[in-house]
C-alpha cells in the first residue's frame, strides 16, 4: 500500500497543475462564492470572510479575506516571478527580436483599456471611480491558458508560446502598476529590512543545497517585512521569485526555476488561486439597492468594455502596425488571424483584476461593481476567445503564416490531443 501513495500523489500533483484544471478550479471557486454570497445564507459567508485572525503585536491581525488577498496570493506572485526569471533568462524572452512583437503586444493590451476604461467613467460621469483604470490592464495566465488547451487543439504551438510570453509581461507590468500606484505610504525601514532578506533567501537559493527549512522561513520574513512596509506583500513573491536561478547549477540536471515551479505551482493552482477566487469573488448583488443598482454602474461598463474590446484591439492593432511598419513579424506558424482569440484571451482578467479592484476601491459599492464587471467580462472574453479559437483550427493554415517571405518552421506543428500539460 505505501508504494502506491508516492505515485498517487504525483498523479494529483500533476492533475492540480494541468491547464485546465487550474481554469475550472478558478471558475468554481468564483462561482461557489457568487451563489453563497446571494443566497439566505450569505451572513455565513460575510462571517467567515470578515473573521480576524493573527498576532495584533505583529499588526497581522487580519481577516480571512486579507489574508487570501494578501498571504495566499503571494505565492502565486512567487510562481510568477519564478517564471518571469525563466523566461528573460533563458526562455522566451532572452532574445529581444523575437519577443519584440508580443512584448509591444502586451503594453497595447494594457494602455488601451486603462485609456477605454477612463475615458467612459468620465463620460459617464463617475470620477470616483477613476482610480479604478489599472482594472481593465491585467490578464489572468491560468484562466487564458486553460481556455487555450480546451478550445485550441489544432493550433500551432507558437500561439501558446506567443500568449504565455505576452501574459508574463502583462503580469509584469501589472505588478510595477500594483507596486507604484496604488502604495500610498512607504516604511523605508520595514522596506529594506524586506529587500535584505530577499537578498538573503537569494544567496541560500543559489547555495550548494537550499534547504526548505531555511527558504520557508526566509520567505514569510520577507512577506511580513513587505506588509508592513506599505508595499502590497504579493511584491514580495515576485522578488523573492527573481532570486532564484534559471540555469543549471552545481552539476544538476535542471534549473531550480523549475525544479522550484513544480514544488510550488500545486499549492498556487490547486489552493492560493482558488481560495483567493473563494473571498474575492463573492459579490453580494442584494446589498446596495439590488442588482439594477450594482450592474448599472458606470464603472461596469468601463471595465466590460475596456476587457473585451480594449484588450482585443490594442494587442491587435500594436501587432498590426509593428508588423507593417517594421522589419519585425510574428513568430513562424502563427498570423495576424491567429491573434483575434489571443487578444479576447488576454481579456480574462479575474485574478489580477480583482485584486486591484480592491486596491483600487475602498467603498463596498464601487468594488461590488467592479468584481461584477471583471466576472462578466472576463466571462465574454472566454467565451468569444473559445469561439475563435475553434473558428480559427479549422482554416487552412498557409506556408508562410507570418508573411516574411520564408516558410514557416515545422517545428510551429500543431497541438495535438494531448496537450494537457500542466502550467509553464
Known sequence: MTSTNPSRRVRVRRWVTLE?????????????ALVWANSPWAKWYAALSSFVI??????????VAHWAAD???????????????????????????????????????????????VSLVLALGDTSALHGWAIPT??????ALAVLAVFGRGLPRALRIFLLTLAVVDDLLAIVVIAVAYTAAVDLLALGLALATVAVFGIVVRSRRPYWWLLIPLALVAWAFMHASGVHATIAGVLLGFTVPARPRHGEPEPRTHQLDDVVRPYSSGIALPVFA????????LDGGGPGAVLGQPVVVAIVVALVVGKLVGVLGVTALLTKLTRLRLPDGIGMRDLLPVGFLTGIGFTVSLLIAELSFPDAEHTAGAKMAILGGSFLAAIAAG??????ARQARRRDMNDDG?????????????DERPGS
Open 20 to 32: 485546465t484544471t487550474g481554469g475550472f478550479l478558478l471558475l468554481g471557486a468564483a462561482l461557489l
Open 54 to 63: 493573527g498576532p495584533a503585536e505583529l499588526h497581522l491581525d487580519l481577516t
Open 71 to 117: 498571504g495566499l496570493l503571494a505565492v502565486f506572485f512567487f510562481v510568477v516571478g519564478v517564471e518571469l526569471k525563466h523566461e528573460i533568462v533563458a526562455g522566451s524572452l532572452r532574445r529581444p527580436r523575437e519577443a519584440a512583437v508580443p512584448v509591444l503586444a502586451a503594453v497595447g493590451g494594457m494602455a488601451l483599456p486603462a485609456v477605454i476604461y
Open 138 to 143: 491585467a490578464t489572468d495566465i491560468a484562466f
Open 278 to 285: 473563494f473571498f474575492s469573488a463573492g459579490v453580494s448583488l
Open 387 to 392: 469561439i475563435t479559437l475553434r473558428w480559427d
Open 406 to 418: 520564408i516558410d514557416d518552421d515545422p517545428e510551429g506543428a500543431g497541438i495535438g490531443d494531448d
